[in-house]
């Protein structure tokens, strides 16, 4: 028998993967094709759906009232039931997989269904007050749990009716008599999801999954989901996030609810705190159907009418799924007048669907209106060093603070960003760039650009989710422009390409690329190809250079010295490369050295491991290096270990020692540095490396984490834009106070340094 069951809901796309379970559809948003009409098709505008809408309800009882006309058999099923409550009787009848109004209310109601928690499952505190209350009661309710608080309307959804304040200062305006719920902000937490179906003989309770939630003008808005929760089996314990649900969903079924639900929790450092009940369908019901039709199982929208129908469930373990999808779903932000969706997101590797849900450029959007949802085939959120849980800034809507940096033209904002996000390079600009010798690939996967200001930033353009970047690059009228959003920001330009690039040594016919690389004021010259660590199997888990490299050979070094010195175009030298053995690679080192210095006094710049023997340091003093570095990379110990096992052996001890003897010998400022990577390792422990490189004298040095393909952490995220920003900020005043930069002093060299112009 054909199915005549309508989906009633905010998205088409919610019943794709539903195996033809529904004849229709009427939806706020969606193609308006096939079997599914369409509110914001038919009035050629996006709507809000979390906030009350008339015109749409009333959009809703005329669609419902002709689909009946037509059918009288017919059955509506709702994303969220508790609308059809408010329906007439006529229309009422039509409806299926409905509680009773009495429950819906109470679940609905986050003061009552927080209460009701308590009897079995830790909570998050909570007060109730009214809002003619709510400012006099700050600082009384939660007076040790810091100055943010969190206010909830009592009954809300999608983040609508949930706002961060901090005092009494702030303009939040409340309704004198509505009933608020005031809770203690926690600063560090994961935000969870749990679906569960009640059967009457059992409950079948699905994955948890992480929700991406966004503060965006004070209010905490969800932004996607993130299915992946067993890489967080450090900070997730899943079987007390099953018990608790069980405990609690089981008290539902004892009232009679049957049906979808799901439960949020937080997860704290120490504890899970249950936030709220959605007595309807979730955002992540998408992401469960796909993996339940791959396993040729019934969707969720099918065991919920199987539920409301007694009838027995088809026997599996829910919460074994193993779901590995993830999503985003934008909202319109008003600030950056910009909903569209790149063709090239579409070939992503990541990306396995993208739902427009009848989406066009030329609709018309009210604020916080649902845009499209980008559907990925992996995680797209971390947790960092400091338990914050993030999600790539490119798959983040800019906040309209963040917006306003970058567009007033603040310098540290826009490097970040750059650094961080990447740059996404239109067709017209790649063309235009390839007509010009190509691409130049600079350290990182990345490109140099250069701003009309003359500086310039490294910015990726392979790494993950560069074609997501909000920054790209567009070419008009013969001049290459770096736009952000909507808005441009100005004329670029690019090195242009070596053409030497592809040459190759007459003693070994080794590419000059492997032994060398000229760009900015200066050239590079690597003293190996080879790390000692990577062939011992013990490299640095963010490192993506080759197992095997090239074995050339001192006469090849020397050719290639001997080409760039007659090119000239540089201003310094800079030696680095692999890793040898310390002594080994100090021997190497001062071969070079000594080999320029016979034809050049430019300065040289030597990065290596750290040398303990002061006489070897004096010699390379003697023979010309200007500046050395041993870049500590990994401040705390047990972290250097575990993501360096080889280089991590080398103590922060001996790096130090090394560092300060140098300092004797190199007593000009900012002569003697250390690199630092910002993100792998908690934010005080690099303040710590910063007050101690200071107070020695060393210049610190700050690299941001990139996340590099063919790494092993290539799927970690790096950290972000705000984080970036504000340890800058704090950095650099710690570096005042001892007269010190964040390094290096050479304004080209800072280019994929977290650093400014002096």
């Not at 950056?336 to 090239?344: A, G, M, Q, V």
């Not at 000594?594 to 006094?601: L, S």
């Not at 041993?630 to 575990?642: P, Q, S, T």
């Not at 710690?734 to 080209?748: D, F």
Request: aromatic share 12%; glycine share 6%.
């Amino acid at each position: 028998m054909k199915n005549k069951v309508v989906w009633i809901g905010t998205k088409e796309s919610d019943i794709l993967h539903t195996n033809h379970f529904f004849s229709n559809s009427i939806t706020a948003c969606g193609s308006g094709k096939s079997h599914n009409i369409s509110f914001s098709v038919s009035q050629n505008r996006r709507i809000n759906y979390n906030v009350n809408n008339p015109e749409y309800t009333q959009f809703l009882l005329k669609q419902m009232e002709m689909v009946v006309e037509k059918d009288s058999e017919v059955e509506f099923m709702y994303y969220n039931p508790y609308y059809a409550h408010l329906l007439n009787p006529v229309l009422l009848q039509h409806v299926c997989c409905l509680n009773s109004k009495s429950i819906m209310d109470m679940l609905r109601s986050k003061c009552e269904m927080r209460t009701l928690a308590a009897k079995y499952i830790p909570i998050v505190p909570y007060e109730r007050v009214l809002g003619k209350e709510l400012y006099n009661k700050l600082n009384l309710c939660f007076p040790n749990n810091g100055k943010k608080y969190i206010i909830q309307q009592n009954i809300s959804s999608g983040g609508e009716g949930t706002f961060v304040i901090s005092d009494a200062k702030e303009t939040l305006t409340c309704s004198e008599n509505e009933v608020y719920l005031l809770s203690p902000y926690y600063e560090k937490n994961i935000p969870i999801n749990v679906n569960f179906i009640i059967f009457d003989e059992e409950i079948f309770i699905f994955p948890p999954s992480i929700q991406i939630i966004q503060q965006i003008n004070g209010k905490l808005l969800f932004k996607g989901t993130d299915f992946n929760a067993e890489k967080y089996a450090n900070y997730l314990d899943k079987e007390v996030i099953w018990q608790n649900t069980f405990r609690l969903a089981s008290a539902l079924k004892a009232m009679g609810y049957r049906g979808i639900c799901g439960f949020d929790y937080i997860q704290t450092k120490s504890q899970l705190l249950f936030l709220e009940c959605n007595p309807r369908f979730q955002a992540s019901t998408y992401l469960l159907n796909l993996t339940l039709e791959k396993e040729g199982l019934p969707s969720i929208q099918e065991l919920n009418y199987m539920a409301f129908n007694h009838r027995k469930a088809v026997k599996f373990d829910a919460y074994t799924l193993n779901v590995t999808y993830s999503c985003i779903a934008p909202s319109y932000q008003t600030y950056l007048k910009n909903s569209s969706i790149r063709e090239e997101w579409f070939q992503h590797p990541s990306v396995f669907e993208i739902l427009t849900d009848g989406l066009k450029a030329d609709m018309h959007f009210v604020e916080d209106a649902y845009l499209y949802r980008v559907i990925f085939s992996k995680s797209i959120t971390d947790i960092t060093p400091e338990f914050d849980l993030i999600s790539y800034d490119n798959l983040q809507t800019a906040s309209e603070d963040w917006y306003k940096k970058i567009i007033s033209g603040d310098l540290l904002a826009l490097k970040i960003g750059l650094l961080n996000q990447g740059i996404f390079i239109s067709k017209a600009a790649l063309n235009f760039i390839q007509n010009y010798g190509g691409i130049k690939d600079s350290v990182f996967d990345s490109i140099d650009l250069i701003l009309n200001n003359g500086i310039i930033i490294n910015c990726p353009y392979k790494i993950n989710y560069a074609d997501f970047s909000p920054f790209f690059l567009e070419y008009f009228s013969g001049q290459l422009e770096l736009h952000y959003y909507d808005k441009c920001l100005g004329p670029v330009s690019l090195e242009p390409n070596n053409p030497d690039k592809d040459r190759i040594t007459r003693n070994s016919n080794v590419p000059y690329r492997r032994l060398s690389y000229s760009g900015g004021d200066r050239l590079r010259i690597h003293h190996t190809d080879i790390c000692v660590f990577k062939r011992g199997n013990n490299c640095c888990q963010f490192c993506n250079l080759p197992v095997n490299g090239f074995d050339y050979t001192f006469e090849d070094i020397q050719e290639v010295i001997d080409f760039y010195l007659t090119k000239g175009g540089f201003r310094h030298i800079l030696i680095g490369g692999g890793s040898e053995s310390i002594s080994h690679e100090s021997d190497t080192v001062l071969k070079i050295v000594h080999y320029i210095r016979e034809k050049n006094n430019s300065p040289i710049y030597l990065m290596c491991l750290p040398i303990q023997n002061d006489a070897e340091l004096e010699s390379l003093y003697h023979a010309g290096i200007t500046e050395i570095g041993f870049n500590i990379e990994i401040w705390d110990d047990k972290i250097a270990k575990k993501l360096m096992p080889g280089k991590g052996r080398i103590s922060r001890e001996t790096y130090m020692n090394a560092l300060k003897n140098a300092r004797k010998i190199w007593k000009k400022p900012y002569s003697v540095r250390s690199l630092l990577i910002v993100g792998l390792e908690p934010a005080i422990n690099t303040e710590e490396a910063v007050h101690m490189l200071c107070q020695e004298g060393i210049m610190p040095i700050l690299s941001v984490f990139r996340p590099l393909p063919n790494s092993q952490i290539s799927e970690f995220l790096p950290p972000t834009n705000e984080f970036l920003y504000n340890l800058y900020k704090r950095l650099d005043k710690i570096c005042n106070i001892y007269n010190q930069h964040l390094g290096p002093n050479c304004t080209a060299c800072q280019n994929n340094t977290l650093s400014l112009p002096w």
